[in-house]
């Protein structure tokens, strides 16, 4: 019985993990070919363009929270 909830409270534990590694490595990703597109446009757009994706997933985040946060008062 111990064994079993043990087990069970380990593999939620693994998911929850792997869940957050996936949504940090899904930004990375997408700030990544956000970035190759950069390279793509003029001087001007070009340092406006990299400036916008140089927010870390941290940064994101709080943004996000907050913007949720106004969205639902």
Do not use: G, W
């Not at 990544?32 to 927010?55: P, V």
């Amino acid at each position: 019985m111990i064994f079993n909830i043990l087990k069970l409270l380990f593999s939620a534990s693994i998911v929850f993990i792997l869940s957050a590694c996936t949504s940090d490595s899904r930004y990375h990703e997408i700030q990544s070919a956000r970035l190759d597109e950069c390279n793509y446009m003029a001087d001007k757009e070009y340092h406006e363009c990299i400036k916008r994706q140089e927010d870390s997933y941290d940064e994101y985040k709080r943004s996000r929270t907050t913007e949720q946060t106004t969205r639902n008062d």
